[in-house]
């Protein structure tokens, strides 16, 4: 019997395996593009945006360039699936990266539910200083986990005739590579989350706290952009029956997969704090152009008084030196 192979991005949007010639039919859809583009610049822009105000020097400051950081290398790693690849090396590199990076970003998006819960239950806003050592420990140590699995289980591969990384499954054998790589992480970091909010909604409600709850975007995003693409991967582990490439489900799924980035670059720019700093950076901005007027049009008023007095003088002693002069 013929095994039937299919060859498909990191993201589970599986492609054809054209009968006849087995030439693998793969463009990257023009969004998928955009979306990574936006996600890179939404990292970029979170990690201006700290330093700029200064609160980078806070420990929730570093959390969240650690997690801008995390999400910049999972979003960057896309462009080693929209380019032509002739090397499995750069392959096995783009699937390391593109993994330190997923499971970098979901252990952030772990550490600050937790920091969300440990901070409305004890009233303490120094949970992030108390934990901010371990959060960075456990990211670099689960995302170098992941990614040396990754290269071990050949997760991406190169496909020789068209010059592309792919994510090889076969329709006969359960996806091990997939299973361990992308499911385990997700599940794992979604029951974690949902538990998390589930007790901090009840703190909440109990002592009516507003603490750090804008952390709460953060697990919030993790749900929305990852548990789409793990269930369209249950499901073919458990029908074993591949979805179209071109469905309008499996284009949902990588579209949100790859908004992680700027999702989190939303939720953080368009916080209180972050939105209050910019206020008054424009306020000062104001306020300095309207000083700056002011300024310029007292000198040109001293200018113009000046003048008219020099004019003045001039006139005078022209008019006295014009006067007939008589001799007594």
């Not at 979170?46 to 020097?57: D, L, R, Y």
């Not at 995390?70 to 699937?95: A, H, K, P, W």
């Not at 979604?190 to 706290?209: D, N």
Request: with cysteine; proline share 3%; aromatic share 16%.
């Amino acid at each position: 019997m013929k095994t039937s192979i299919t060859f498909s991005e990191p993201t589970w949007t599986f492609t054809e395996l054209l009968d006849g010639n087995s030439k693998v039919n793969y463009e990257p859809f023009p969004a998928f593009i955009v979306i990574s583009t936006l996600a890179v610049l939404g990292c970029i822009f979170n990690t201006f945006t700290t330093f700029f105000f200064k609160i980078s020097k806070t420990a929730l400051g570093k959390m969240v360039i650690a997690l801008s950081i995390m999400d910049f290398i999972f979003s960057s790693s896309y462009m080693f699936l929209t380019v032509r690849i002739e090397n499995e090396f750069i392959c096995q590199l783009g699937s390391f990266l593109w993994v330190f990076g997923f499971v970098g970003s979901l252990s952030w998006s772990c550490c600050f539910a937790h920091c969300l819960y440990h901070s409305v239950k004890y009233g303490d806003n120094q949970a992030p200083n108390a934990f901010l050592w371990r959060y960075r420990i456990a990211s670099i140590i689960l995302g170098l986990a992941g990614a040396i699995t990754a290269v071990s289980m050949e997760f991406w591969i190169l496909e020789v005739e068209v010059q592309r990384c792919v994510h090889p499954t076969i329709a006969s054998q359960f996806d091990w590579s997939g299973l361990v790589v992308f499911f385990v992480p997700v599940l794992l970091s979604c029951l974690f989350t949902c538990v998390t909010y589930m007790r901090v909604i009840s703190k909440i409600y109990q002592y009516r706290t507003e603490l750090f709850l804008e952390l709460i975007f953060y697990p919030l995003i993790l749900l929305i952009c990852d548990l789409p693409t793990a269930a369209s991967g249950f499901y073919f582990a458990a029908t074993r029956e591949m979805p179209s490439r071109n469905s309008g489900f499996e284009r949902y799924c990588s579209i949100m997969l790859r908004s992680q980035g700027f999702l989190n670059a939303l939720a953080y720019g368009l916080s209180k704090r972050i939105l209050q700093s910019y206020k008054e950076l424009c306020r000062r901005k104001e306020l300095k152009n309207k000083e700056d007027h002011q300024k310029l049009l007292m000198q040109s008023l001293m200018k113009y008084k000046t003048e008219s007095t020099e004019s003045l003088m001039k006139y005078q002693t022209q008019s006295t030196e014009n006067l007939p002069k008589f001799v007594l």
